[in-house]
């Protein structure tokens, strides 16, 4: 699907039609500020709350200016969750670009504390920064991993992956060091090697990203995964292709996601093969969905074919994704007023299930999570959903 199509419906009447739309150019990284100048009109129009959390909680992968940062400080409300994004927004933005606004600030001290350090490390020379990296790592081995703050070293990262006087080969030594002692390494060390190759798109790193993704036992993967969405090279998808089959549930649940958010036509063709490969339903019901979130145009007929004869609607809302296709593609068929249906039934019945549960009825059942599990908590603390308010 070209860009400028799916840029279209950016704007479109249906609130879901443009989440999906937002969410393609998000995990796209994309560079065009014309998509998140959208996605502030549609954060001052959307009548509907989940929209709004949708859109901040998409906020801090899209490309920003002093314009748009100064729409989002100004935005006026007492929404404790809006505002907890607003800060998140702030504090995570380019420190050069923080710089050129002093007056945008968060008002959170949490996440005012984050806008000073990371003020402070921009100031520090590159390979100051460098060092004081990996002591940073260094040093979780002598705390309690609560007390470890896992995120400084991010920003560290964030400051690094900017700066053009900073020593690509210091990157690719430490990256050859670890895949040669994986056993004196530490997994935040491999955390921060994924991170920074993702920032940096490092194509050397590619054979160690996949390496994490298989591993099962620490948090590496997720990073891991991260970066390979973020590198989006034609070798990624072939040795995902290579590897999928070889590996067990794990690998491939991760390798479906990475396939889903990189948006190219050889990740597209990819997914389209292991849907007719791979048997197992509720694999096939998450590769039908990414290939929904692609708006493939050439997965319509394999998708109706499993609305048909079934499959893991714990996982899914498939019509809904169907649905979407359909609309983004200009296609019309005897079903999508009753997909549309589903859609908005779902979310009166999710809607109640929740405020059950707010309401102290723990045995309201919700059988699908609206929220990713790898989304950003729609609650603003920048965090992913599952490390969050999903366990709460």
């Known amino acids: 699907m070209k860009d400028s199509i799916v840029k279209k419906y950016l704007n479109h009447k249906e609130e879901i039609v443009r989440i999906y739309a937002l969410e393609y150019f998000a995990y796209k990284n994309t560079k065009d500020i014309e998509v998140t100048e959208f996605a502030l009109v549609n954060l001052f129009k959307s009548v509907e709350y989940e929209e709004t959390l949708r859109i901040l909680s998409l906020f801090p992968k899209l490309i920003k200016d002093e314009d748009i940062l100064r729409h989002v400080y100004n935005i006026d409300t007492k929404d404790k969750i809006i505002n907890n994004h607003i800060d998140n927004i702030i504090a995570s933005s380019d420190t050069k670009l923080l710089k050129r606004i002093p007056f945008v600030k968060p008002k959170s001290r949490q996440a005012m504390k984050k806008y000073k350090k990371r003020l402070s490390l921009s100031k ?22 609560l007390k470890f703050n896992y995120d400084y070293g991010e920003w560290i990262i964030d400051e690094l992956s900017t700066r053009r006087d900073f020593d690509y080969n210091l990157f690719l030594d430490k990256l050859n060091y670890n895949m040669k002692n994986r056993e004196k390494c530490s997994d935040i060390d491999d955390m ?36 390979l969405i973020n590198i989006a090279k034609k070798e990624v998808i072939d040795i995902l292709e290579k590897e999928y089959f070889k590996e067990g549930t794990h690998f491939r649940t991760w390798a479906v996601e990475i396939l889903e958010k990189i948006k190219s036509k050889e990740s597209e063709k990819l997914l ?40 893991d609607r714990l996982l899914v ?46 045995n309201t059942p919700v059988t699908r999570e609206k929220i990713g599990r790898n989304a950003p908590c729609p609650c603003g603390s920048g965090k992913k959903y599952k490390k969050c308010c999903l366990n709460k």
Do not use: Q
């Not at 048997?279 to 007929?301: E, M, Q, R, V």
């Open 272 to 311: 389209l093969k292991l849907l007719d490969k791979d048997k197992n339903i509720t694999k096939k019901t998450a590769i039908a969905y990414g290939l929904c979130k692609h708006f493939s145009k050439s997965a319509i007929p394999k998708v109706l074919n499993l609305l048909d004869n079934g499959y």
């Open 192 to 227: 921060y090697l994924c991170f920074m190759a993702g920032k940096l798109k490092s194509k050397e790193a590619i054979s160690f990203l996949i390496d994490c993704v298989k591993c099962d036992g620490d948090c590496s993967y997720e990073k891991a995964s991260e970066a």
């Open 317 to 362: 809302n498939l019509e809904e994704g169907m649905y979407v296709n359909h609309i983004v593609n200009g296609l019309n068929h005897r079903d999508l007023i009753k997909w549309k249906r589903s859609i908005s039934d779902e979310k009166i019945r999710v809607k109640k299930a929740m405020e059950s549960m707010i309401n102290g009825d723990v």
């Open 124 to 145: 520090l020379k590159t390979k100051k920064l460098w060092d004081k990296l990996w002591k940073h790592s260094k040093s979780a081995e002598s705390k309690f991993r």
